[in-house]
């Protein structure tokens, strides 16, 4: 009898050991499958989303380890950032093959100047995803040595080296920055030499806001909630951004979610970004779960996120970038709970 209770009570801890690990998604790396879909339709909708956007991105990962921007396609460097991000910021483990294979094609595709592609954006977000995943120190140096190389004189970035000054280019550059813990020099006169260059970037970019408070891509143009939740998270580490918070949360739509200018329909991605700068503004979560809700409500059978948001296409339809920045989104945290952890 004491035999068979012990293999009982073996047996039962091997099952909650595999469920454990199914739902981190740490290094056996669970076989996603539609008998998953289904369990996962049955869950409270916040779980039901995150479940379901993380069997959306790994079952669209490329042989090649990458990822697409839409199912079918070739792998590309901003799609893979983003998963690796996603992934990881829901739990999925490090050292997992899904992460470790995106990391190789990430590592594989940098160019000999430390840059990705020459972008700015792209470059930005695959240092995100490389210190989400704890790896590739070298890789990292290089390209963060070769953002400060082509940061413009007036400290703006554009889209490549010798690239005109472009204001969402600069605030996806910063927010990254701050991502990766990049200190921000706070106590500094402007309108001087001696300017940090880090925060120089802040200064330019805090000079291109438009009288309502938000920003635009040519200054003066209509506001675009899109670039000025980029610009929030860029600011934010030298300006107080609680006027841009009550002006993003102006725009607000009924159904919680954001659109791109006011009044305009609301889309996930831009609802997305909208949550992660409220979060990066120190907004409580009782005030961004409106927008989580809206998201939650959105979420396509199979996971994914349909959205126009992303330049590539044409129309809106459900790709793998929205899907990542709706993970990432949920998952947010303020500065506050960040100085906790």
């Not at 260059?197 to 040519?218: E, F, M, P, R």
């Not at 907004?283 to 948001?309: C, H, M, W």
Request: charged share 20%; aromatic share 10%; net charge negative.
């Amino acid at each position: 009898m004491k035999y068979h209770k012990s293999v009982f009570m073996l047996l039962c801890c091997y099952i909650l050991l595999n469920l454990v690990i199914g739902i981190s998604g740490s290094a056996a790396d669970t076989v996603v499958s539609t008998s998953n879909n289904a369990e996962m339709s049955e869950g409270p909708p916040l779980y039901t989303t995150i479940a379901g956007a993380k069997t959306y991105i790994v079952q669209h990962q490329n042989r090649d380890g990458g990822w697409p921007l839409v199912p079918g396609g070739d792998s590309n460097v901003e799609s893979t950032a983003f998963s690796i991000w996603a992934l990881i910021e829901a739990g999925w483990g490090t050292g997992s093959r899904v992460i470790r294979t995106g990391v190789a094609y990430l590592r594989n595709t940098q160019s000999e100047d430390g840059s990705w592609n020459d972008n700015t954006a792209h470059t930005i977000f695959a240092l995100i995803a490389l210190a989400k995943a704890e790896t590739d120190p070298d890789a990292r140096f290089k390209g963060l040595r070769w953002l400060r190389k082509v940061q413009n004189p007036n400290g703006s970035w554009g889209r490549g080296e010798r690239s005109p000054s472009n204001p969402l280019y600069t605030a996806a550059v910063l927010a990254g920055f701050n991502r990766l813990g990049l200190k921000f020099e706070r106590d500094f006169e402007e309108g001087t030499d001696d300017i940090p260059w880090l925060s120089k970037g802040t200064v330019w970019l805090s000079g291109y806001i438009n009288h309502d408070g938000g920003w635009a891509l040519q200054r003066g143009l209509q506001s675009d909630v899109f670039l000025t939740t980029w610009v929030m998270q860029g600011l934010e580490p030298v300006y107080d951004i609680s006027p841009q918070v009550a002006w993003l949360k102006q725009l607000q739509n009924r159904d919680g979610g954001f659109g791109r200018y006011k009044n305009s329909p609301s889309d996930p991605e831009i609802t997305a970004i909208a949550v992660m700068a409220l979060a990066a503004g120190n907004d409580p979560f009782n005030t961004r779960r409106g927008a989580i809700s809206y998201l939650t409500n959105t979420r396509q059978e199979d996971g994914s996120f349909v959205s126009k948001t992303p330049m590539e296409l044409k129309e809106p339809m459900a790709n793998l970038q929205s899907t990542c920045f709706v993970l990432i989104a949920i998952h947010a945290k303020t500065p506050d709970e960040l100085a906790i952890e």
